[in-house]
């Protein structure tokens, strides 16, 4: 069984304008709200790939009972632990130019929801396999994500990790099965502005003699690489009409394990993680399964001889 982890998930609440400006009243046009969270919105792409999963976190109040509902709705499955705080509540503004996101901190945990959390832990087994993925909540210690490691580890099952910056280089002598930085965040890593193919690829070369087993970039509209063994490869964009960028690497990292529990082939994973990523980008909020397969066919994956 695939697991996500979202310990701090949302409902976000998206507003279309045609325009904003701060310190006036801003009417929008049309509105709407889903359950949100790297690891919720993995959990719904292992889904449209018909891949079962179980969703992990924490969740209260309404917020929390509508995350709930959502995923129930959704054909998810989920286990998350009732709190007594209140899941947060996320704003992504949307205009024709922009897309900016206004993320709470997220609720107090009490020393109990956290215990209680920590016990699903103790049922895994080595054929699991979890994705971790997204910021903690500020009453998590800083180091929650290496507990958890160590848990995983534990019991034989395997973890890909899906966390920004210093934070992942701290995880990868666990051996991830998969990390995906984009470029903005492994120029951060390394201090080091990144342009051409051939300026990422000793750092994506890095992460992988780190300890990750497989490590993709994700270039945005210029593609992605992917670093597997002594080889990497690179995936060419595909071209569309950007509608929702907010999931693409969350679906990215959804895709390649999706494929790769199936066919432990990391070339085959890589190609449907490219194409989730893309499908998410160029649909409004998920891509329709038969929309993810024309994505998938399109996307051509070659081997970067060095």
Request: charged share 25%; with cysteine.
């Amino acid at each position: 069984m695939i697991y996500t982890v979202t310990l701090n998930p949302a409902l976000d609440y998206f507003m279309n304008f045609e325009g904003v400006t701060l310190g006036k009243v801003n009417r929008t046009g049309k509105t709407a709200q889903f359950a949100g969270g790297k690891g919720i919105m993995e959990s719904r792409m292992l889904k449209k790939l018909g891949v079962p999963s179980v969703a992990w976190g924490f969740a209260g109040g309404f917020s929390g009972r509508e995350i709930l509902r959502q995923l129930t709705a959704d054909g998810i499955d989920s286990d998350f632990v009732p709190i007594a705080g209140e899941s947060r509540i996320n704003v992504k503004l949307k205009t024709a130019a922009d897309e900016t996101s206004l993320d709470a901190a997220g609720p107090h945990l009490t020393a109990d929801e956290i215990d209680l959390f920590l016990e699903k832990f103790e049922g895994l087994t080595p054929v699991d396999s979890v994705v971790l993925a997204g910021a903690i909540p500020p009453s998590l210690p800083e180091n929650f994500y290496e507990r958890l490691i160590a848990k995983i580890h534990a019991k034989g099952a395997q973890f890909a990790i899906d966390i920004d910056g210093q934070k992942l280089l701290s995880t990868l002598a666990d051996r991830p099965l998969v990390v995906k930085p984009n470029r903005e965040e492994l120029e951060e890593i390394f201090g080091q502005k990144l342009s051409a193919l051939t300026d990422i690829i000793p750092y994506g070369k890095k992460l992988l003699s780190a300890g990750a087993q497989h490590v993709m970039v994700s270039l945005a509209g210029d593609g992605a690489l992917l670093f597997a063994g002594a080889k990497v490869y690179f995936a060419a964009p595909i071209k569309g009409t950007v509608k929702n960028s907010i999931g693409a690497g969350d679906s990215t990292v959804a895709g390649f394990i999706a494929e790769f529990s199936r066919s432990h082939d990391p070339i085959k994973a890589f190609r449907q993680g490219v194409a989730c990523g893309t499908a998410k980008v160029f649909s409004e909020n998920m891509p329709t399964r038969e929309f993810l397969d024309t994505c998938y066919d399109a996307i051509k994956v070659i081997e970067i001889r060095r």
